[in-house]
């Protein structure tokens, strides 16, 4: 609760192996000695928060999905590698995992503050930040003109963070994060899309490109129709699912 500000008693009770009866019960009995707040559904904790409020909420969002796409993503990850990594909640887990062990000489790429709050504990680990416009519902900076950034450096694998996908393409939040998004895809020869089964066939405001064969899908969902449907675009070429 302290790293992700939030539990839910429903997740504690499966984890733990007891009811959700006992949960509420010891969350009370915790509140009393000032530990936690309890609210609808689970508690939060009374430390100042990591993240704010909208991308906690999002961290709670299939977890161990996350867990298991992170990885997933991380056996992607090799030494010398030169990679951007997005914005997003998926993608905060990946990096977490793969600072765990990160392969020699690695080189991030990022516009996500969460990202570059991470990374920077660890020295041995080459940071690159992408500036612009600081958008507060996402933590990230985005900006149109990137385009000279990336005839200087260059990153050799992308690992994105996204808010919905369909058979057509790949969509996100707003116009202005679409187009950055874009460009970036556009500078990476390697595509990861992380996404998790609440992003999985639903779609969003803006496409940010349509499926283009190149780039490779990282999920972790066990739903038998979602799954199916991935197959069959994996089938028609257009996009390779891990």
């Keep these: 609760?302290?790293?992700?500000?939030?539990?839910?008693?429903?997740?504690?009770?499966?984890?733990?192996?007891?009811?959700?009866?006992?949960?509420?019960?010891?969350?009370?009995?915790?509140?009393?000695?000032?530990?936690?707040?309890?609210?609808?559904?689970?508690?939060?904790?009374?430390?100042?928060?990591?993240?704010?409020?909208?991308?906690?909420?999002?961290?709670?969002?299939?977890?161990?999905?996350?867990?298991?796409i992170a990885e997933k993503a991380v056996h992607l990850v090799e030494k010398n590698d030169i990679i951007f990594v997005d914005s997003g909640s998926t993608t905060l887990f990946f990096t977490e995992k793969l600072l765990e062990t990160p392969p020699l000489n690695l080189t991030v790429v990022t516009n996500s503050l969460y990202v570059i709050n991470t990374v920077v504990q660890y020295p041995e680990i080459k940071l690159v930040v992408l500036g612009g416009y600081f958008q507060y519902g996402t933590m990230n900076f985005l900006d149109l003109e990137i385009n000279p950034f990336f005839d200087r450096y260059h990153v050799n694998k992308a690992f994105m963070g996204i808010n919905g996908l369909d058979e057509k393409g790949y969509y996100s939040s707003t116009l202005l994060e679409a187009e950055?998004?874009?460009?970036?895809?556009?500078?990476?020869?390697?595509?990861?899309?992380?996404?998790?089964?609440?992003?999985?066939?639903?779609?969003?405001?803006?496409r940010i490109k349509d499926w283009s064969g190149s780039e490779a899908l990282v999920t972790a969902s066990t739903d038998e129709n979602i799954m199916k449907k991935l197959k069959e675009c994996e089938e028609e070429g257009k996009f390779t699912v891990i």
């Design 1 to 68: 609760m302290n790293k992700y500000g939030k539990i839910y008693s429903s997740s504690l009770a499966e984890e733990l192996g007891v009811s959700e009866v006992t949960v509420r019960s010891d969350l009370k009995k915790l509140e009393n000695f000032g530990l936690l707040k309890r609210v609808h559904g689970g508690a939060i904790s009374l430390r100042p928060h990591r993240y704010d409020p909208q991308f906690q909420e999002q961290i709670a969002v299939d977890v161990e999905e996350k867990k298991i």
């Design 180 to 206: 950055t998004k874009k460009l970036i895809v556009k500078a990476s020869p390697k595509i990861y899309i992380l996404a998790s089964t609440s992003k999985l066939f639903r779609k969003s405001l803006v």
